[in-house]
């Protein structure tokens, strides 16, 4: 089984520019998750999408974070204009059912410089 | 406000010996906890989990303890193995009747097993 994977593994943008994020779920997990971890700190929650729906997008810092999933298949994760501030390694996580254990990616190392 | 705390960013210990791991948490409606354990360039994968009807939750060498009167859990790993080495997250998931939603995590522990 393939696991979560996320593309790209590394992104170097500069101030104001647009930056995409993808992640592809395990097939067949309906639950997709994004989160961000910053400068080392602690991994914080951005949003839960239920196949193409958003069931929680309360952890979105701003208007300049956009996440999609159409079709209920993979998800992208839009950051436009990109801030300094949003730097740090954005991972992408999913579940079959919403007790089940989250299988995480390997992350998106976003630079903005 | 950070609502899970992991006080010590990290930890060495000698391999074969006990490490122990320390969390601790402010929001007194956490009712479910989980470790994760996280390599360098990989995405945290789950490693243990513990419901607050327990104080104990065993599996393998991995061992969680709850004190829900302190507000505290650790994670006990013994013998530790090289293969240990990592950062370590405790988690608490956002709401009340799902275990894995809205996970609030804590900064992580770096822990290191010298050989």
């Known amino acids: 089984e393939a696991g979560v994977t996320q593309f790209p593994s590394h992104s170097v943008i500069e101030k104001g520019q647009t930056v995409t994020l993808r992640c592809d779920p395990i097939s067949g997990h309906d639950n997709l998750y994004w989160y961000r971890r910053v400068m080392g700190k602690e991994i914080k929650f951005l949003l839960h999408f239920v196949k193409e729906s958003k069931q929680d997008e309360s952890g979105m810092p701003n208007n300049r974070f956009l996440a999609e999933r159409t079709g209920g298949t993979y998800s992208t994760l839009k950051v436009q204009p990109a801030e300094l501030e949003d730097s740090g390694v954005y991972f992408c996580a999913s579940s079959q059912v919403r007790d089940s254990p989250l299988h995480f990616g390997n992350g998106t190392r976003l630079t903005v410089t | 406000d950070q609502q899970v705390k992991q006080n010590s960013p990290s930890l060495s210990v000698q391999e074969g010996r006990i490490s122990i791991l320390n969390c601790d948490y402010t929001n007194s409606m956490f009712d479910y906890f989980l470790w994760y354990k996280k390599y360098p360039a990989e995405g945290p994968t789950f490693l243990i989990s513990i419901s607050s009807i327990k104080d104990k939750n065993e599996d393998g060498r991995f061992t969680v303890f709850l004190n829900k009167s302190a507000k505290h859990l650790s994670l006990h790993i013994v013998p530790s193995q090289p293969g240990d080495s990592a950062v370590y997250f405790c988690?608490?998931?956002?709401?009340?009747?799902?275990?894995?939603?809205?996970?609030?995590f804590g900064t992580g522990t770096r822990l290191t097993i010298i050989p």
């Open positions: 988690a608490a998931p956002g709401t009340a009747f799902f275990g894995n939603e809205k996970l609030t």
